[in-house]
């Protein structure tokens, strides 16, 4: 059994603006609501150390794994729940969609005998939080776009 949460979200900039945004992890306390944190390098198999803000709640640390990542393309890392009962997948995903477009989407995917245990209100709130973490990476990467349209190097 599977369950997902996503939210998609176009961005008008370039996907290798959008990658550069989600891939430079010392700056997402600059624009990341949700994931204010991120320690750790992009390589498959390799644990990263994330915080994790839902709405008003206190931020918690969880230590997911590297997945996967495609440069200008994805990152997705596992944590996994309930004793190993249920696997979470965390993806960020870029698609181009022309030489000023992408569109970003971000969620969680829920896998295991025991994903019946991820209620309906906590994916509620994920829902919102990616929501509100798309909003931040196109609000980002749009400015950064925009920025290089005015001052070209």
Do not use: C
Request: proline residues 6%; hydrophobic residues 40%.
């Amino acid at each position: 059994m599977q369950r997902a949460v996503e939210h998609r979200t176009g961005v008008q900039a370039p996907a290798e603006i959008v990658w550069e945004v989600i891939s430079d992890f010392t700056t997402w306390s600059d624009w990341n609501p949700i994931h204010p944190r991120i320690e750790g390098q992009l390589r498959i198999g390799t644990p990263l150390t994330v915080e994790v803000v839902l709405g008003e709640g206190q931020a918690s640390t969880i230590q997911p794994v590297v997945q996967d990542w495609v440069p200008f393309e994805q990152l997705h890392w596992r944590t996994t729940r309930l004793r190993g009962f249920v696997t979470a997948i965390r993806y960020l995903e870029i698609e181009n969609m022309g030489p000023a477009n992408a569109t970003f989407s971000n969620g969680e995917l829920f896998m295991g005998p025991l994903v019946r245990w991820v209620s309906r209100d906590e994916r509620r709130r994920l829902r919102a939080a990616y929501a509100r973490m798309g909003e931040a990476v196109r609000d980002r990467a749009e400015a950064i776009w925009s920025q290089r349209l005015k001052n070209p190097t």
